[in-house]
């Protein structure tokens, strides 16, 4: 066994380090955490300013085949978002970067990938999701918007939700019926689609904490071109399957929790209850000490997903296994962190917070990651049917 | 980076699995559970045959000399099938005599253990309960050349079949109370040493060992006189990688007993793992050993490379303590009624996790060292 990086590797972590710490020094005073980007256009402005500095330096493109633009492999992907991560930075588009680019690569035309794919890596296109409806979540059996084919274009109809960013992604992605009477699993087209089409309505749905994340999309009678089918028509479900395939390794959720405790600490080292440092209080002391070590475990494994994907094995459980514990860890650390800020663990960001308003935000925004890419009862699914071996519900 | 078992560690994983399978089934753990002795002395014997008491013993005193890593790898076998006996303990204090004992201590005792004709173990903790060095109480004073111990240890792994012991006394008075103290071979058949077995919830034969005037000859110190707890905080770091080892390989046992039971049991017409219920609880077992594994490895991997580690190892021990413990308990649970026999395996492994936790310092111990490590002032 080795957990050691190349040099080659450790120059390129200590780059990304390097210009992640002079990125964070321009985060924008509003920002609270990883949604922000989508809050305002202040935070959309910094995620593009992120992206055009990653963009230049190819690590929007990382692991990618040469002849499409690509630099560096997997592991270079896995150390880009440590740093991006350890400092709470957007920049690398989660649709377009993390889950259409892989996708592309995978399973779609010469024509897409030539397309689309410099587009993504030089941070020129921004991406959302049109996925999810109101009575299609986790099942996407139930979806009811529907791609109806004429000649050479669909006419799409229907209502999408919890779409993250389209209030300002220029191109989308999503999954439309397109054959009512086909069977299921073969009647669902994956298709490509610019916003700005006519027909495309954006309205805001409020996340709990009031910031705008999330939209419903409206789609009446837009138009799409067949050329943009990603895969095969009608088999969209299959294209479905190769994107959810592209679990992450997610040690950006995880180096966010490496910064979260660094601060936390520094705040007990620095904070007096009952003329006391809050670092010498017991409880504290074992709380802090318990979720570092349950960090450490799962830093651990999402090395091992890294190492397994660099050559090219899925690793589908251990990924799915570091989704749920580190989208879990970072709620448990929202309320350690907000438990120890005692009343203050609930001011927003503002002259009154602690921590820059930071805990406030995590103890609500920890949700995003549980029940997003798959709520994490599916990936617990996931690991009992494909792990474990168990009957799937019928 | 490359995380997967080297080929070598593969064939130690197989060759440890087999024998341990054919040598010690279940029935042989619980009938040694009520034995006198609580070992196989057979067993101990074919164990020596096969390199196992050589494994951290270098080449130069007739042990196999393998790497840290190797012998982690090897122990995760023997936590999965249990192998009841003081194996741990006399694997885990040979590092203590290899890296402090005296050219003549190790040239009379490392061939020995080696060839399976000693078993050593740690006398440690005492009434008080403390992991820490003020814990730290039975005196040894100066008597010419020799020491005297008086005092009482407790939870003493096998004592009462070892041939020796590492007894950590107290030598000094002193401020600080890491300072003053020292570790002593000493003949476990010695005159005015009676250890008594404690009924525990493992039954794994831990020992009350009273010392009375008890002489040891000088040159059985290991390292220097008042400097032990260094020497100690080896075998604690050590020993937390190689018992969170053996614990990842319980865990193990139970996930993947409990998953098959559960495809087999059949209520409502259907087997019971084919409810959600169940399903999920046996997800979050998965997701335990899971994390668990990398972590032991890192620390592993550290400590056969020497590399810094104390903060990986407390972590690893603190972490893989309550994990097995959660796992331990879920086994018992989504077996039923079945899982609460005194004759199932799995209530077998769930009281290993108990005393297992404890063994080389406690969750809480741990974490407090972790506390520090992480820059909490």
Redesign the interface.
Known sequence: ?????TDA?KAHRDEVFKVCAELNKKKPKTWVGFESQFDDEVGWEFHKLCAKEFAKRGWLALGWPKEYGGKGDM?DKVLFQEGRGYYDLPGSDIFGVAMLAPTLLAAGSEELKKEFLPKIANAELMFCELWSEPNAGSDLAGLTATAIRKGDEFIVNGQKTWNTGAHFADWAFGVYKSDPNGKKHHNLTFLLCDMKSPGVTVKSIPYMSGTHVYNEVYLDDVKMSAKYIVGQENEGWAVVNVLAGFERSNLDMVYGLVRG??EL?EF??ETKKNGK?L??D?I???R???L???L???R??A??V??QQ?RNEMGL??AA?VK??ASELMEKYSHLASDILGPYGQVKNSPWAKMGGTVEYTYQGCFVPIVSMGTN?I???I???Y?????R?K | ??????EQ?EILKKSARDFLTKECPKAKVRELEHDAKGYDPDLWQKMADLGWLGFNIPEEYEGMGYSF?DLTVHMEEVGRNILPGPYMSTVVNTFAIVAAGADELKKDLLPKISYGKCILTLAWLEENGQFDASGITLKAAQKGSDFVLNGTKVFVDGAHIADNMIVVARTKESAKAEDGVTLFVVDAKAAGIKSTVIPTIAHDHLCEVVFKDVAVPAKNVLGKVDKGWEILQMIIRKGSILKSAESLGGLQSVVEMT?AY??ERVQYD??I??F?AL??K???M??AM??????L??A???ESNGIPNAK?AS?AK??INEAYKLVGALGVKLHGGIGTSYDHDVPLFFRRAKAADTVYGST?YH??L??QF????
């Open positions: 066994m080795d957990f050691n990086l590797q592991m405790i660094e600490v007990c080292n440092p670092s010498q017991p504290v002391r074992n802090i000490a318990d570092s070590c349950s450490e475990a799962v651990c494994l090395y091992r890294a190492d660099n459980m251990d296994a749920i514990f009862e990936q617990r699914n690991i009992a049917w792990g474990l071996g168990l009957p519900m | 980076m490359d995380l997967r078992f080297t560690q890593e998953v559960s495809k259907r087997p793992g084919a959600q399903q999920h046996m997800s979050d998965w997701i899971g994390t668990s594994k990398y972590l490895y890192e592993a991997w550290m990986e972590m603190a972490y809480d974490r407090e972790v506390a992480i820059g909490l002032k």
